[in-house]
């Protein structure tokens, strides 16, 4: 009787298929701006499961934002169940600055616990030490 309950829990653990998280390719442009308050947005397209999730980005910093630049990101978006998952309000600190040409990188988490980590070359003349926020729209 105990082998016929242990098979029947065995056998139901094995039909289930838990929800695992999985992980998407991104790519990213994003435009900054601002003196003392930065605004930006961009576009990106998500890669998941073999398809393409086109996306747009808007943020704000405050802090030290002087100047303007471009950043091209490419990166990952850990912990995805769907690519609704990357849609939400993002936060972020950090520190960078480009003249003509540099590099950005940046690691963001939303509420739905994706986690962005992104980085890529920045062209502009901008210098930032600022905490802000972006926020990802699925199109």
Do not use: H
Request: aromatic content about 6%; charged content about 10%; hydrophobic content about 45%.
């Amino acid at each position: 009787m105990m082998l016929v309950a242990l098979l029947g829990f065995l056998a139901s653990a094995s039909l289930a298929t838990p929800s695992q998280a999985e992980i998407g390719a991104l790519r990213v442009v994003f435009t900054k701006g601002g003196f003392i308050v930065g605004v930006g947005g961009g576009q990106g397209v998500l890669t998941f499961r073999g398809r393409n999730y086109p996306f747009t980005v808007s943020g704000m910093s405050v802090g030290f934002t002087i100047g303007a630049s471009t950043t091209k990101f490419v990166g990952r978006a850990l912990n995805l169940r769907s690519p609704g998952d990357l849609a939400g309000s993002y936060v972020a600190g950090g520190a960078g600055g480009a003249i003509a040409a540099g590099a950005g990188g940046v690691q963001l988490q939303n509420a739905n616990g994706v986690i962005l980590q992104l980085s890529g070359p920045r062209v502009g003349a901008e210098v930032s030490a600022a905490v802000g926020g972006v926020t990802i729209t699925m199109r």
